[in-house]
């Protein structure tokens, strides 16, 4: 079925997308098949563990392809050669090899973007109704390989009055960041990663944004600003841009299609959730076998919109999940050694620094 | 409850405990010190039984190893005559003047209190510090590791029961890590921790006051191709287990030479199937979520980079990555060797020189003529230690921690000069 009507699963997610009902474990077994079958990376992942289509009924069984794979090995479920690629960047550990996430067409990306972005950061603006946005991100112009760049422009084309970049590749443009935001009159919407923002707060801009007004912020501080906690940030963010201003995190990445929201402005809650396909589970990292719902784990995703790579991935992120939702505690930082001897990521980070 | 500091009424007892100890003579110390040895190494005293649970449950680690690792420390600590005649010339010295070359006669004087922080990744690390404290004549201050509590108290109790004396000479406390007032008295500091706790001590602590930091280390294991063998494998495997590979002597990565028995990836496999085999006798311990995920993302990376992977198989217990092509690399710990092929073990000097300020031990295992050559090219860049594999978690009673030597950088000389001078020289 699978084989013969390659189209129909790409068919069935735009279906998806737009809201149509479907049997989460049956497309997700029958994503395994098509992409075992096609990426031989993954299939020899699977092979190794003897976890194959013919042996698998529960879609839980599928193994989860560590995020790892996307900087070794060309994970690539598409047909034909992919239209397009994105790139991770760097990680606290410096320059080390990227990653890619190729598509074999954009449409599936862009459609399952918008309906999950207008749920969670936009839920309350009218059918039809759009919003200034201002990006704190680097152009897709700029920087044509960020998936989050090209995400935040599939966003802005779809929901925004009007919207501009204010990062380059010098970093913020602070001045004409400050001149957008006093000339606000109704909510904005400033979106863009994490360290923009530390970046922002620390300028020592103040402004009142109109209420209404959101941050949506996404990824860790990689190195490019100060750490800070988020509970932090959103109280300098709201410092800086008005009492009022709605934070929200995305949890999402480069080798993900779909992302993961606070559902702070959905139902008050600061615990995420995720579109209906996609499922998340917390694996205890030893055994990989599923934790019990309040105990941290290994995140694992399922993002049935990785149609043309993988969906089956591990990450190296450490979440929570609880009935209203799941935190993530933050990218695992690497063990530290106990006492006088020396583990690897510490090494690594040493290095780094020096 | 961490007290703030200690109180002065611990300072003066301790203080008068130690002017008495100060009249004893050497070898009665050392004697009483071996009387608390030999309890140590009997398995069914009372104290060694408490240790070997309290510390096999407050870290996890598996008894087995502990029990073995116990008697290492504890066969350590029996080499300090040894090691005072070495180091001081003659223990002696300790008590009276001793002569020495040039007319010059000379006494050695203890730190009067020496101030131990100790690190929770090697349990029974502390008998040798204390031990060797005391046969210095000087009161031993202890503040254990969180991570492991347990040993030093016991220990200290188990002087106390030897010889009364003596015990009253230590102090164990567990004292605020910004706390200062501890080290206010010291004669001299010896810490044990990473890079940012040893600084951070070190800050604490009065300048002109004696300070040595065993701070992050790392070790590794050489093997000449004719020792390339099953054998070799299977303690080079023990080496690695012991502690879980948290000792900063346990080897991180192998470098094999090629053209022995066993190639460099055979070898590799061969120590896999040793770790497998330890992991009945003494099972990989607990590890924290952090561990963990490091061990996890480390074999993930693997699969997709390494030459060879030898995974232990449902769970994280122990893993051999291979490389044909040399790198260095620190292991996330936890039973995770690398191991990589060489032509010749020459080579590894110049890989292993630029993280000069880490290295330590070498584990060896080949013929003794290339055995100094080795350990000549590998001191030149740091390495401080190169000890048979197999047998790095036992160093020798003379062993000069980190390069430096144990007991003599603990004392403080008086030079008596002749009369005539030194015209001789």
Redo the contacts between chains.
């Keep these: 079925m699978v084989a013969t009507l390659p189209n129909s699963l790409a068919d069935q997610l735009l279906s998806i997308f737009a809201g149509a009902p479907f049997d989460f474990g049956e497309l997700a077994l029958a994503l395994f098949a098509r992409q075992y079958e096609r990426c031989a ?1 993954f299939r020899r ?1 699977c092979d ?1 563990r003897a976890k194959t289509p013919k042996t698998i009924t529960d879609w839980r069984e599928i193994p989860h392809l ?1 995020v ?2 996307f ?3 060309r994970i690539y479920s598409g047909e034909g050669e992919p239209a397009h690629y994105f790139e991770t960047s760097g990680t606290t550990q410096g320059a080390e090899r990227r990653g890619r996430h190729y598509f074999e067409r954009l449409d599936l990306y862009r459609a399952c973007s918008r309906p999950i972005f207008r749920r969670f950061v936009l839920p309350d603006l009218p059918e039809g109704g759009r919003m200034p946005m201002l990006m704190l991100a680097q152009s897709p112009a700029e920087n044509p390989h960020s998936s989050l760049s090209w995400y935040l422009a599939q966003q802005g084309e779809a929901f925004a009055s009007d919207f501009d970049w204010y990062v380059d590749s010098r970093g913020l443009r602070l001045e004409a960041l400050t001149v957008a935001l006093r000339r606000a009159e109704g909510p904005v919407a400033l979106l863009g990663t994490a360290f923009a923002f530390v970046h922002l707060v620390d300028s020592g801009l103040r402004v009142q944004l109109p209420p209404g007004s959101r941050v949506m912020e996404t990824g860790g501080f990689k190195g490019k600003s100060r750490e800070v906690t988020r509970e932090e940030l959103y109280r300098l963010i709201r410092e800086a841009l008005g009492p009022d201003v709605i934070c929200i995190n995305q949890y999402g990445m480069c080798e993900m299609s779909s992302n993961g929201y606070d559902q702070t402005l959905v139902n008050g809650s600061p615990r995420k959730a995720l579109p209906e396909w996609v499922r998340i589970r917390m694996l ?4 990989l076998a599923e934790v019990p719902p309040g105990r ?3 995140v694992a995703v399922t993002d049935l919109a990785n149609l043309y790579s993988c969906a089956f991935l ?1 990450t ?1 992120d ?1 979440g929570v999940q609880y009935p209203d939702g799941f935190e993530i505690l933050g990218r ?17 980070r ?1 290095n780094h620094q020096a | 409850m961490v007290p703030r500091s200690l109180t002065e009424d611990v300072h003066r007892r301790m203080a008068a405990a130690q002017r008495a100890l100060a009249e004893r003579p050497v070898d009665e110390i050392l004697a009483a010190l071996d009387r608390v040895c030999r309890r140590w190494l009997d398995r069914s005293d009372p104290i060694r039984q408490e240790a070997e649970d309290r510390i096999a449950t407050g870290t996890g680690l598996a008894p087995a190893m502990l029990a073995d690792g116990l008697s290492q420390m504890i066969r350590r600590m029996q080499g300090l005559p040894a090691l005072l005649d070495a180091d001081l010339g003659s223990r002696y010295a300790l008590d009276r003047f001793i002569a020495r070359p040039g007319g010059i006669r000379s006494m050695a004087f203890g730190p009067g209190l020496l101030v131990c922080v100790f690190s929770g990744n090697v349990p029974g690390i502390p008998a040798f510090d204390m031990a060797l404290g005391l046969a210095l004549k000087s009161a031993c201050l202890v503040r254990p590791a969180a991570e492991e509590p347990d040993f030093a108290p016991l220990f200290a109790r188990s002087v106390a029961e030897v010889d009364p004396d003596l015990g009253a000479c230590l102090h164990v406390a567990r004292w605020a890590h910004d706390d200062a007032a501890p080290y206010q008295r010291a004669g001299a500091v010896l810490a044990y921790g990473s890079d940012g706790s040893i600084a951070a001590i070190r800050r604490l602590v009065p300048g002109g006051v004696r300070f040595i930091g065993h701070g992050h280390r790392l070790s590794f294991a050489c093997v000449a191709a004719e020792a390339a063998t099953a054998e070799t494998a299977s303690r080079l495997a023990l080496d690695v287990a012991m502690y879980d590979q948290q000792g900063c002597v346990s080897p991180h990565m192998a470098f094999i030479e090629r053209g022995g028995p066993l190639s460099p990836a055979a070898f590799a496999r061969a120590v896999a199937d040793a770790l497998a085999g330890l992991q009945e006798r003494m099972p990989r311990g607990r590890l924290t979520l952090e561990e963990a995920v490091a061990l996890r993302s480390a074999r993930d990376e693997a699969e997709f980079t390494a030459d060879a992977c030898y995974l232990s198989p449902g769970d994280l217990a122990w893993a051999v990555v291979h490389h044909e092509e040399p790198d260095f690399r620190p292991s996330p710990l936890g039973r995770f060797l690398w191991t990589y092929a060489v032509d010749r073990l020459a080579d590894v000097a110049p890989l292993v020189a630029p993280h000069s300020a880490y290295l330590q031990t070498v584990a060896f295992a080949g013929a003794d003529a290339g055995r100094l050559a080795l350990a000549e090219a590998l001191g030149r860049v740091g390495v401080s230690r190169v000890a048979p594999v197999g047998l790095v978690q036992e160093p020798h009673p003379l062993w000069r921690h980190d390069g430096r030597p144990t007991a003599g950088d603990l004392v403080r000389w008086v030079d008596v000069e002749p009369e005539a001078g030194g015209g001789s020289w």
């Design positions: 990376p992942y190794a560590p790892t794979a900087k070794h090995a205890d990292p030893e055994t941290p784990g290994i591990l190296q450490i695992a930082p690497g063990a530290e050694a106990k006492g006088c001897s020396i583990a690897m990521d510490e090494f690594l040493a």
